[in-house]
């Protein structure tokens, strides 16, 4: 397809367990960012990518969480040891480099931890 | 300090009339880019309209425009001649920074459209 993809769109897991998070941009964007975004609330910055470098992981809320790409292209947000608080729907978005630099955002992997 | 704040958690507009949807943001950065996103309930955010810092006019975009009010640190979103599907969540955002990548998001606005 031709806009951002990300998987799984829905997981649900136990408190404790490991998550991994797919994100497939637009080809040829460059940049790639991760948001949280909770119920009634804004996206949350967590991480951006620059080619496959982590440029600004200041988002990150603890150690828990990490995330990838390692060939510059699809990221991997993985989330060990997951609580409650880390039910939200996490969004991925690519842009290219240039231009206005828009965001096109994938529709999300809604993550429910019990 | 908040970089993007918005006032108001839910607006309601009859169909076919114009509604403004408030912004503002903060930034000490002179070089600077602000978004409006659109968030059906289907959830996917997607980008409405684009203003520039140096841009000298307000931008527009079909029935979307931007009105920048950059003394004021304003960016309100304009929709004219709203119809039902305008109903959503609406989100500021900014990207600032040398090398803009910090990209910061407001509250949002719950917009209902009444028919």
């Known amino acids: 397809g031709a806009g951002v993809s990300q998987t799984p769109s829905n997981k649900v897991t136990e408190k404790g367990k490991y998550v991994e998070l797919r994100c497939d941009p637009i080809?040829?964007?460059?940049?790639l960012y991760w948001y949280r975004q909770s119920l009634g609330q804004g996206p949350e910055f967590l991480i951006y990518?620059?080619?496959?470098?982590?440029?600004?992981d200041s988002g990150l809320p603890n150690d828990r969480f990490f995330a990838v790409r390692p060939e510059g292209s699809v990221s991997t947000l993985k989330i060990q040891r997951t609580e409650r608080g880390d039910s939200a729907v996490y969004l991925c978005?690519?842009?290219?480099?240039?231009?206005?630099?828009?965001?096109?955002f994938g529709e999300g992997s809604r993550l429910t931890v019990l | 300090a908040q970089k993007i704040t918005q006032t108001q958690p839910g607006m309601f507009v009859q169909e076919k009339e114009a509604v403004t949807l408030d912004c503002t943001y903060d930034t000490s950065d002179p070089s600077y880019g602000l978004f409006w996103y659109k968030q059906p309930s289907s959830g996917e955010m997607i980008f409405l309209i684009y203003q520039g810092s140096y841009d000298q006019q307000n931008a527009t975009e079909g029935r979307y425009s931007l009105n920048f009010q950059k003394a004021r640190k304003s960016a309100n979103l304009v929709i004219s001649a709203s119809q039902l599907g305008d109903s959503a969540m609406y989100f500021c955002a900014m990207r600032e920074g040398v090398d803009f990548n910090k990209f910061y998001f407001g509250s949002g606005t719950k917009l209902n459209v009444k028919p």
């Open positions: 978005a690519s842009s290219l480099s240039g231009g206005t630099g828009e965001l096109f």
């Open positions: 990518f620059q080619g496959t470098g982590a440029a600004d």
């Open positions: 080809s040829g964007h460059t940049a």
